[in-house]
């Protein structure tokens, strides 16, 4: 049975209770993150409490916890749940705060209420073998989201929608399109590769700024490989050598084939084998406690 954590009680997850007028509930009014830990260890720790951060200014909503105390609570989840991890002992864990709950069911926020802290972690599985030679699928969809999606907000039922869409198109992913331009996926962040170049979009507004996106370009730096940030015309998505999409929970992931045309040569293309050679020996490094994470 998970050990779950919940407003300062750490109790088995069917014994977790949330109010039904907590405006999570009611309103998807709180925002979230999702941090793996390898051999126990938080991956990009700072970076994640970073974002929870501007999440939360973004909803105007204080942070309940200090860093330390953030920390204090994801290490003993992350403990109290060892054994449903395997012998590597890798989990992510998912944080979640909202508004709290109110008397009435009132869109404006209440006078007083006390956020709900919720926090539980999942084994994490390694990646299918099979993606590193046959890729996976995606479609191109409209980005039918709200204008503030660098917040990681839990209101995901465009996200949901859009995945489901990908999903009934045996895609794994939605790359979604605005305005011409590729933003990101439905779950991910989207990377082309041009004539060796790495390209990505440039951080705004309509896209989370992902932990793995940053990771990724950091390595390309540190490595000296080409790369950039740039608008990605839809349309240029076909002429595009390789597409990959990152995540913290799926890593980076080759796009071989997108709308049903393969990409480039429909297989895992040469950088990515570069990079994620180059992200993996990073995570290693963080399991063994010799990656300096700045903590
Ligand atoms: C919409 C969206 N974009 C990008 C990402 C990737 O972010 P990260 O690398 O921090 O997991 C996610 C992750 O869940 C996401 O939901």
């Not at 999409?245 to 895992?268: K, Q």
Request: glycine fraction near 8%.
């Amino acid at each position: 049975m998970p050990t779950v954590y919940l407003n300062g009680t750490y109790l088995p997850a069917e014994e977790a209770c949330v109010s039904v007028m907590d405006r999570g509930f009611l309103f998807g009014d709180g925002v979230y993150e999702v941090i793996p830990a390898y051999g126990g260890r938080l991956f990009r720790l700072d970076h994640h409490l970073q974002r929870l951060q501007d999440s939360l200014d973004g909803i105007r909503l204080d942070n309940p916890l200090s860093d330390d105390a953030w920390r204090g609570i994801l290490d003993e989840v992350l403990e109290r749940n060892r054994d449903r991890a395997g012998a590597d002992n890798d989990q992510s864990v998912y944080l979640q705060v909202t508004r709290g709950s109110a008397a009435r069911r009132d869109h404006a926020f209440p006078e007083q209420t006390t956020p709900t802290v919720f926090v539980f972690s999942n084994p994490i599985t390694a990646p299918d073998p099979l993606i590193a030679t046959r890729g996976i699928s995606a479609i191109t969809l409209d980005d039918i989201r709200w204008q503030y999606c660098n917040i990681k907000a839990i209101t995901l039922l465009p996200n949901v929608l859009l995945r489901q869409q990908a999903a009934d198109h045996n895609a794994a992913e939605a790359l979604l399109v605005r305005h011409g331009r590729v933003i990101e996926g439905s779950a991910s962040n989207v990377f082309v590769v041009r004539e060796g170049v790495i390209l990505t979009p440039p951080r705004s507004e309509q896209m989370l700024p992902g932990i793995t996106r940053d990771l990724v370009l950091e390595l390309a730096e540190q490595h000296a490989l080409p790369y950039g940030e740039t608008d990605i015309q839809a349309d240029s998505l076909r002429q595009a050598d390789e597409i990959w999409v990152t995540s913290s929970t799926r890593e980076i992931v080759p796009v071989t084939r997108l709308d049903g045309a393969e990409v480039g040569d429909g297989r895992p293309g040469p950088a990515w084998k570069t990079v994620i050679g180059l992200y993996r020996d990073y995570k290693e490094a963080v399991r063994n406690g010799t990656q300096d994470q700045g903590l």
